[in-house]
């Protein structure tokens, strides 16, 4: 059992800067993946970006060189820097994290903190 605990959103303007944390109750490297998603008021939980074990990244296109995705393995954490938001970014992000378990691929979920992009 692994707790995700993702924080770090709040009320922006547009073009503001955020940083979201995702805490892991023990160590990520036994995570392969490990990656923010979103969801929308009305839309469905889509990929923003992800980062595997070894460091590559992935990220949606519509999010391409605004935000990075990193992960500090000495502390659990992982992260999501946004800069230059948009009204469109605004959302719940929740973190989520990949565990090979046995012969099963568990997959954790954070309960998710609120992105609001407004002026």
């Known amino acids: 059992q692994v707790d995700l605990v993702d924080a770090g959103g709040d009320l922006v303007q547009p073009g503001g800067s955020l940083r979201l944390s995702c805490a892991a109750s023990?160590?990520?490297?036994?995570?392969?993946?490990m990656g923010w998603h979103r969801q929308a008021l009305g839309k469905q939980r889509e990929l923003v970006a992800s980062?595997?074990?070894?460091?590559?990244?992935q990220y949606a296109d519509s999010v391409k060189g605004r935000f990075t995705i990193y992960r500090d393995n000495a502390k659990n954490m992982m992260y999501l820097q946004m800069n230059n938001l948009k009204p469109d970014d605004a959302a719940v992000y929740f973190c989520?994290?990949?565990?090979?378990?046995?012969?099963?691929?568990?997959?954790?979920w954070g309960r998710g903190t609120q992105v609001a992009v407004s002026s």
């Open positions: 989520n994290a990949h565990s090979p378990e046995g012969s099963r691929d568990v997959t954790y």
């Open positions: 980062i595997t074990s070894d460091g590559r990244t």
């Open positions: 023990r160590s990520i490297l036994d995570f392969t993946t």
